[in-house]
């Protein structure tokens, strides 16, 4: 059973920045691909940012140039760096992993999210 667990999630204000953190039981080298996810109150999870094996990272239009994608491969840990938090980026971040099963099918893997709040 794969664990994702989230941390640093809180409340800041406008401007302001976060750095989330995704810690996996796992080598992240065992992942096709890492990214985050967020659920804004009564709105649909949306993609934020994506890190793949290999490859370049994705964003969302709206956290271009604001929001940084990383890995430590070594502590099996991917970050989201916010920068110049808004408002309507709070939202419950949630990191996701994708790996292919034995019989080759991509399977997500979901940890159960971290609260972001960006509030004045």
């Known amino acids: 059973q794969v664990q994702l667990v989230e941390s640093g999630g809180g409340l800041v204000q406008p401007g302001e920045s976060l750095r989330l953190s995704c810690s996996t039981s796992?080598?992240?080298?065992?992942?096709?691909?890492m990214g985050w996810y967020r659920q804004a109150p009564g709105k649909e999870r949306e993609l934020v940012a994506v890190s793949p094996r290999t490859g370049s990272r994705i964003y969302a239009d709206s956290v271009k140039g604001r929001f940084t994608v990383s890995r430590d491969n070594f502590k099996n840990t991917m970050y989201l760096q916010m920068n110049s938090l808004k408002p309507e980026d709070t939202a419950v971040y949630y990191c996701?992993?994708?790996?292919?099963?034995?019989?080759?099918?991509?399977?997500?893997?979901w940890g159960k999210g971290t609260l972001v709040t960006v509030s004045s």
């Open positions: 796992e080598s992240i080298f065992s992942f096709n691909r």
């Open positions: 996701n992993a994708v790996r292919e099963d034995v019989d080759g099918l991509l399977i997500d893997h």
